[in-house]
């Protein structure tokens, strides 16, 4: 069956260090992959968009990386900070489809 | 720029009661969608619509209607409602193509009691 995992559901990193979210999927062949940041009571924000062509993209402090031979994305906050602290959500769209399909995200807070 | 609004933010229905959760956005996108979220569980799609007078049902859709006669507005309806209903709902719209950003409402809170 078709299944998103990212990794623990929850993350604690010290302030200025380098945050590394993983998205494994199994049984898609996504063509892309997004991730959201979602903070309490509101909704999820898009971050990135990762083509299944493309290795890496960037933007500011947040890197993404996209792996379809080990099917797995990864994301990489750097020089952390407090106000990162949030749900980070991995979202793919497979085939000739519109739709997203969501992982269960992974709570990410950074302590100062 | 009010994007994607969701009404109301919260609700408390009584198993059996039938509601509609509201969701229109100004952005003039074709597309629009239904999630809902529960712990663990991620966002899991209800239905969604590619235009005006077209939707389809996503991977939870039981226990749902959904019409969409114009391109702003896309509401949700609860037929009969029940305490496995009980979730966060958010509703997303996005341009055409594929891959585009989608943008989400806050959220309706739904408790079913």
């Known amino acids: 069956s078709q299944k998103i995992e990212q990794n623990s559901e929850a993350l604690n990193i010290q302030e200025g260090k380098t945050a590394t979210l993983t998205c494994n999927y199994t049984?898609?062949?996504?063509?892309?992959l997004q991730w959201y940041r979602q903070d309490p009571g509101r909704g999820p924000v898009f971050l990135l968009l990762?083509?299944?062509?493309?290795k890496e993209k960037r933007k500011e402090r947040l890197k993404v990386t996209f792996d379809t031979t080990l099917k797995q994305s990864l994301f990489h906050i750097t020089a952390s900070q407090p106000a990162d602290s949030a749900t980070y959500l991995c979202?793919?769209?497979?085939?000739?489809?519109?739709?997203?399909?969501f992982g269960s995200g992974t709570q990410l807070t950074v302590l100062p | 720029n009010a994007g994607v609004t969701q009404t109301p933010k919260f609700q408390v229905l009584k198993t059996g009661q039938s509601m509609t959760l509201q969701c229109a956005q100004d952005?003039?996108?074709?597309?629009m969608s239904w999630y809902r979220q529960d712990p663990g569980m991620g966002l899991r799609l209800i239905h969604y619509?590619?235009?005006?007078?077209?939707?389809d049902q996503g991977e939870v859709p039981n226990g749902y209607n959904v019409s969409r006669s114009t391109t702003e507005d896309f509401p949700l309806r609860l037929l009969s409602a029940a305490p496995s209903q009980t979730s966060v709902y958010f509703c997303a719209s996005s341009s055409r193509g594929r891959g585009t950003e989608a943008f989400f409402g806050q959220g309706t809170r739904l408790t079913v009691v």
């Open positions: 979202a793919l769209i497979s085939g000739s489809a519109r739709q997203l399909t």
């Open positions: 619509s590619v235009g005006a007078g077209i939707t």
């Open positions: 952005m003039n996108h074709e597309y």
């Open positions: 049984n898609y062949s996504p063509a892309y």
């Open positions: 990762i083509r299944e062509n493309e």
